[in-house]
């Protein structure tokens, strides 16, 4: 049967009727799930959120032709395995964009150009998305980043150093700073 | 297809309904693989029991490859196990046309028919006797009933005319009646 679905998933991503693939990815902070389109990752859900609102949101927001594909997430898995065994500082994974949108999108976009190892503030991002006073909005755009890790909210803190807020927890916050040799 | 941005209870999802008319009935559509965590299993089962073990594989490839490709369109969400059934008896039927055997051997036609509705549970006592049927009229009763195709599917899954599938059915009925009385 596991063979047959995978078979399956393999066929419908060939003839074009996959368009969210998912996997689970392990991670050193509990399970991630990573989804992607034929695009790009659209979205990673941290191991704090519910897995399943998170494929119901996807299904209703991008495509309910939504299938656990693990081959199609090969290299999103080997891109995160190495980014937390400290040994990849760019993550060269396409992405897909199709969950956010408008001011949001500008600072997420913003938030993917921080180089790892360095970190921003709130107003930093905001003003990189074209609006350097809409610090609040950049800080809900921040905890609305649908592909944390990868989009690098993380390295986004209060101007002053106080972590600020972070979807997965402040310990995870902490955490992969720290892996990244800041604090 | 794409949605971008769309949250549920959007008023994008409510367009259809005229203003100030009452139409609850937004379809929301669960994602695929909850169709195949819930149903790929028993379908699986069904296709052995139709084509064969050997063949079943393919059969599963074809009906989920389908489902799949008429999903984001389908307007209606309640039955969906009975709608991969359907199209799993098609396939099978398609798969026995191609080989062309007779198509449906009867014994797995009431397996078949009893899953899509759910309804006449296939362990009940009806079902009990409509096993008992002589094949073709057991497999005319269990198309017409359990999978509610017309007498125009019946003919071609049983490969006959509709006149003789009406008569089937006819006389699958009429055993029953006699039988329940």
């Known amino acids: 049967m596991k063979d047959a679905l995978h078979r399956l998933a393999e066929r419908a991503g060939a003839e074009g009727l996959l368009d969210v693939a998912y996997a689970d990815v392990d991670s050193p902070f509990g399970t991630l799930l990573v989804a992607a389109t034929p695009r790009g990752i659209v979205r990673l859900n941290l191991p704090n959120h519910d897995p399943d609102e998170t494929l119901e949101e996807l299904a209703a927001r991008v495509s309910p032709r939504l299938m656990e594909a693990p081959a199609r997430l090969e290299e999103a898995r080997r891109e995160l395995d190495l980014y937390f065994a400290g040994r990849l500082t760019e993550f060269g994974l396409p992405l897909d964009w199709s969950l956010t949108d408008g001011f949001r999108m500008r600072v997420q976009r913003a938030i993917a150009g921080i180089p790892y190892g360095q970190t921003r503030s709130y107003t930093d991002v905001a003003r990189s998305a074209g609006n350097e006073r809409a610090v609040r909005a950049a800080g809900t755009a921040c905890g609305s980043n649908p592909i944390p890790i990868v989009v690098p909210c993380h390295r986004v803190l209060r101007s002053g150093g106080a972590l600020g807020g972070y979807g997965g927890g402040l310990p995870m916050k902490e955490a992969l700073l720290e892996l990244e040799g800041v604090r | ?181």
């Open chain 2, 1 to 181: 297809m794409l949605q971008a941005d769309r949250k549920w209870g959007d008023a994008g999802d409510l367009t259809l309904s005229a203003p100030g008319a009452f139409n609850p009935r937004v379809t929301v559509l669960p994602p695929f693989q909850t169709l195949l965590d819930e149903h790929a299993a028993d379908v699986m089962g069904v296709l052995r029991g139709a084509v064969g073990r050997e063949d079943a594989e393919d059969c599963f490839q074809e009906t989920f490859l389908a489902a799949l490709r008429a999903y984001p369109k389908l307007d209606r969400a309640e039955n969906l196990r009975g709608w991969l059934f359907t199209i799993a008896h098609r396939k099978a039927i398609d798969h026995h046309r191609a080989n062309g055997r007779r198509p449906l051997p009867v014994a797995e036609v009431a397996e078949m028919a009893a899953a899509p509705t759910g309804e006449p549970e296939p362990g009940g006592e009806v079902w009990a006797l409509v096993r008992a049927l002589p094949p073709k009229q057991r497999a005319a009763v269990a198309l017409r009933y359990a999978c509610d195709l017309p007498h125009a599917e019946i003919a071609a899954a049983l490969g006959c005319t509709p006149e003789a599938a009406r008569r089937s059915l006819h006389e699958g009925m009429k055993r029953l009646r006699r039988e329940l009385a």
